[in-house]
């Protein structure tokens, strides 16, 4: 886990969003499945300061672990990367119009959740953080000698 810093703060917002082509249409396949692997972990393009952790492209929908700042709303980066790949797939693959109309290739919305820290590791954090705070963790070196 890596902490990330911002102008007034520190962070580690890392989501696993997941999405599906409009009526979940087998059609992640193939050159498709490809192209869109590829550019999924190429988002820096549209936002800098997002980070993607792992992509995995099924045939019928997609999973994506990212790390999010947290001046971005979630659904605002993933509103940008659905209508950025949209477009160009529509694009690159004319054959996808055929079973998509109206500019349209994935469905609306998305599932999210955060990936954390399990519970028992953060009360281990916040009972030691008390402890340096109230003087009674001590220091104790052995240098072997």
């Known amino acids: 886990m890596e902490i990330r810093l911002s102008a007034h703060g520190a962070y580690h917002h890392q989501y696993h969003l997941v999405w599906i082509p409009k009526y979940r249409r087998r059609v992640l396949k193939g050159a498709l499945k490809d192209f869109l692997t590829k550019k999924l972990g190429d988002i820096r393009e549209y936002?800098?300061?997002?980070?993607?952790?792992?992509?995995?492209?099924?045939?019928?929908?997609?999973?994506?672990?990212a790390v999010i700042p947290p001046k971005y709303a979630v659904s605002a980066v993933v509103g940008t990367i659905k209508a950025n790949t949209s477009r160009e797939i529509r694009q690159r693959f004319p054959e996808i119009k055929k079973g998509y109309w109206r500019n349209e290739f994935w469905s609306v919305g998305f599932f999210s959740s955060t990936v954390g820290i399990d519970e028992a590791v953060i009360k281990r954090y916040v009972?030691?953080?008390?402890?340096?705070?109230?003087?009674?963790?001590?220091?104790?070196?052995?240098?072997?000698?």
């Open 127 to 145: 009972e030691f953080q008390e402890k340096v705070d109230t003087g009674q963790l001590t220091l104790q070196l052995d240098f072997g000698f």
């Open 47 to 65: 936002h800098p300061a997002v980070e993607v952790e792992q992509v995995s492209v099924q045939s019928d929908h997609v999973h994506l672990v």
